[in-house]
């Protein structure tokens, strides 16, 4: 699976929008990026993927640059239980037999009243 | 719905002894993942399940960290004579099924050997 390097720590200001960057400069055509997020004492949480469109759910938004080489995860209105490590994740789609995510050690979050 | 639940929260043990974690995964989800986290790093890959097999047990450090899912569904992730480096965070993931690439994660036991 591709490496991803993402900035170790990042402030937010409550209210505004958190932007979280990933490069993954090697990723590979049949590759994915996935977010996780990990809350202090809590297990990872899913929060969205994408292999090349722009995506959203409820919880955020994922944008792809159209090289594949790097994303942005937006949560669209920080609030302080947005505050945790989040961690961009890149592997191939279905793989029997590679199933496992490779964590990196992620973007500690800080939501700032 | 309920979501993975694991036990004990905490395992505190002494060196030298051996330990059972437990991991109760999402009704139905077929595949199963052990990692491990250490402090102030991201999860690591320690074990896959898919079904009662062992699909991938490349990230079991050695011969003391043994796994188990005899039936398809409950987890124990066994280890044998703890040392020190074993304090970690223990956590158990499930996934509908292989390749299905959203896996959801309990809260972890964390385990201290004195």
């Known amino acids: 699976d591709a490496k991803t390097t993402q900035p170790p720590s990042m402030d937010c200001a409550e209210g505004r929008a958190a932007n979280l960057p990933c490069n993954h400069s090697?990723?590979?055509?049949?590759?994915?990026v996935y977010w996780y997020r990990q809350i202090h004492s809590q297990g990872p949480q899913y929060i969205i993927h994408?292999?090349?469109n722009n995506e959203t759910n409820e919880m955020a938004s994922l944008i792809i640059t159209e090289d594949r080489k790097s994303s942005t995860l937006i949560l669209p209105h920080a609030t302080l239980r947005d505050t945790a490590v989040y961690y961009c994740?890149?592997?191939?789609?279905?793989?029997?037999?590679?199933?496992?995510?490779?964590f990196g050690t992620g973007t500690r979050l800080t939501i700032i009243p | 719905g309920a979501g993975v639940s694991q036990t004990p929260s905490n395992k505190v043990t002494e060196k030298g002894k051996y330990v059972e974690l437990r991991c109760d995964p999402i009704s139905g989800h077929t595949a199963l993942y052990w990692y491990r986290q250490s402090l102030g790093q991201g999860p690591e890959f320690l074990i896959y399940f898919q079904g009662t097999g062992a699909a991938d047990d490349s990230g079991l450090p050695n011969d003391r960290f043994f796994a188990v899912r005899p039936e398809g569904s409950v987890s124990t992730l066994k280890i044998q004579r703890t040392e020190r480096g074993d304090s970690a965070v223990y956590l158990c993931?499930?996934?509908?099924?292989?390749?299905?690439?959203?896996?959801?994660f309990g809260p972890g036991t964390r385990l201290l050997v004195l």
């Open positions: 994740i890149v592997r191939v789609g279905s793989n029997f037999g590679n199933e496992k995510l490779t």
């Open positions: 090697t990723i590979s055509g049949n590759e994915y």
């Open positions: 994408g292999l090349k």
């Open positions: 993931a499930s996934s509908i099924g292989p390749g299905e690439l959203t896996q959801y």
